[in-house]
Every structure is written in structure tokens, then in C-alpha cells.
Antibody, heavy 122, light 113 residues
Framework: EVQVVQSGAEVKKPGESLRISCKGSGYIFTNYWISWVRQMPGKGLEWMGRVDPRDSYTYYSPSFQGHVTITTDKSIRTAYLQWSSLQASDTAIYYC???????????????WGRGTLVTVSS | DIVMTQSPDSLAVSLGERATINCKSSQTILYSSNNKNFLAWYQQKPGQPPKLLIYWASTRESGVPDRFSGGGSGTDFTLTISALQAEDVAVYYCQQYHTTPPTFGGGTKVEIK
């Protein structure tokens, strides 16, 4: 069974750093891109960026470029989303999602993690 | 970025009745070389992640009930639930993947009347 399992909820203060994770199982991890999607409280879905686990090549939405970093460690089948300096406006649920097609190609997301709630408050 | 606009924002439908959601893209998402529309639909129930329902505008994901159907081409698309069931209460999102970054519509909340 294909699964993407995310790390647990986080509570942080403004200015702190954070890394959340997404572990894939039940499929060949390096064959499928992983994307990260933000959902702010009570709002819709925003695509942040993607990573190719084979070579760690990343592509960011211009809206998030420079504010977050997406990485992957294929040896442990895990993708990461990290911030060096959180802001209160980063409070949201962050989903990782596996792309549906092996070897990339299309931004169709067929398996989603349950989300990681990140709360940034002083 | 391609802007996706959904309508209505919410709708209430009686059990067993038809629900139709509209989605409009700011530019065509029909790729002429393969004649495919680069559009997906997702369902998000309260407290859950989104779930892929339909891609290529009209192809149902494995396991999705056939009461869900997608249609349209170019810039105008629809998601239809032919006979609403209680478990279909959710927010539905369209998403284009024709151009990076992929973008989502604002969502349509479907409730029981």
C-alpha cells in the first residue's frame, strides 16, 4: 500500500527554524516526485514546490521561492520542508503529496500525507 | 500564473439530487499536441487531506464512485455528482497542471439541503 507519512504538529516562535518531514513507503521512492502544499486556516490549497528524489532537483513556486527549502534523503525515503526563520503568517497545515506518474511529468497528486500543522506564535 | 475560478462558493443539494460545480481557467489548459485538458479535481472532507477524484478533466481515479464525473474543455470545466450521498459532503477543488506552478481553484463547499 502506498503511503506518505508526515511528522507531527509543531508550535514555534517567530524567528525560529523548523524542518518537517514526509516519508514514503509502498512504492519506489525515487520514481515519484514529491510536492508540498500549504493550506492556511480556513483557506484553500497553494502549491509550494516539488522535489525529484532521484537527484534532489527542486522547483519552487515564485510565491515561496527563498522562504522555504525542500530537500530529500532518498536513503531513508524522506522529503523535507524547512524554514530558517518562521513568521506568524507561516501558520498553516502543510501537506506533502506524491505525484501520480512515475518519472515525473505531471503535477497530479495521487497520495497525500495527513498534513503537519505548524503554529507560529509568540 | 493561471488563475482558477470556481463557482459557486457553496451549494446545498438534497440527498440523491445532482450537484454541479464549475471551474474556469484564465487561459486554456488544453494541450493541443495530445488534445488533453490538464485539469484535476480533488475532494477534501473536514479534517482530512485532499483526495484525487479526477484527472485529465474526465478520467476517474481508481476506486472513485461513478457518480462523480468531470467534463469540459479549454477553459470551462464541471464536476458533477449525479446523486449526492451523505459521504460526499466536502470541499471540492479544481487544479490545473498545464503550466507550472500548478494552481487550485478557491474551492466549493457541498452540503446537504
Amino acid at each position: 500500500e502506498v503511503q506518505v507519512v508526515q511528522s507531527g504538529a509543531e508550535v514555534k516562535k517567530p524567528g525560529e527554524s523548523l524542518r518537517i518531514s514526509c516519508k514514503g513507503s509502498g512504492y519506489i521512492f525515487t520514481n515519484y516526485w514529491i510536492s508540498w502544499v500549504r493550506q492556511m486556516p480556513g483557506k484553500g490549497l497553494e502549491w509550494m514546490g516539488r522535489v525529484d528524489p532521484r537527484d534532489s532537483y527542486t522547483y519552487y513556486s515564485p510565491s515561496f521561492q527563498g522562504h522555504v527549502t525542500i530537500t530529500t534523503d532518498k536513503s531513508i525515503r524522506t522529503a523535507y520542508l524547512q524554514w530558517s526563520s518562521l513568521q506568524a503568517s507561516d501558520t498553516a497545515i502543510y501537506y506533502c503529496a506524491r505525484h501520480s506518474d512515475a518519472d515525473g511529468g505531471y503535477d497530479i497528486f495521487d497520495n497525500w500525507g495527513r498534513g503537519t500543522l505548524v503554529t507560529v506564535s509568540s | 500564473d493561471i488563475v482558477m475560478t470556481q463557482s459557486p462558493d457553496s451549494l446545498a443539494v438534497s440527498l440523491g439530487e445532482r450537484a454541479t460545480i464549475n471551474c474556469k481557467s484564465s487561459q486554456t489548459i488544453l494541450y493541443s499536441s495530445n488534445n488533453k485538458n490538464f485539469l484535476a479535481w480533488y475532494q477534501q472532507k473536514p479534517g482530512q487531506p485532499p483526495k484525487l477524484l479526477i484527472y485529465w478533466a474526465s478520467t476517474r481515479e481508481s476506486g472513485v464512485p461513478d457518480r462523480f464525473s468531470g467534463g469540459g474543455s479549454g477553459t470551462d470545466f464541471t464536476l458533477t455528482i449525479s446523486a449526492l450521498q451523505a459521504e460526499d459532503v466536502a470541499v471540492y477543488y479544481c487544479q490545473q497542471y498545464h503550466t507550472t506552478p500548478p494552481t487550485f481553484g478557491g474551492g466549493t463547499k457541498v452540503e446537504i439541503k
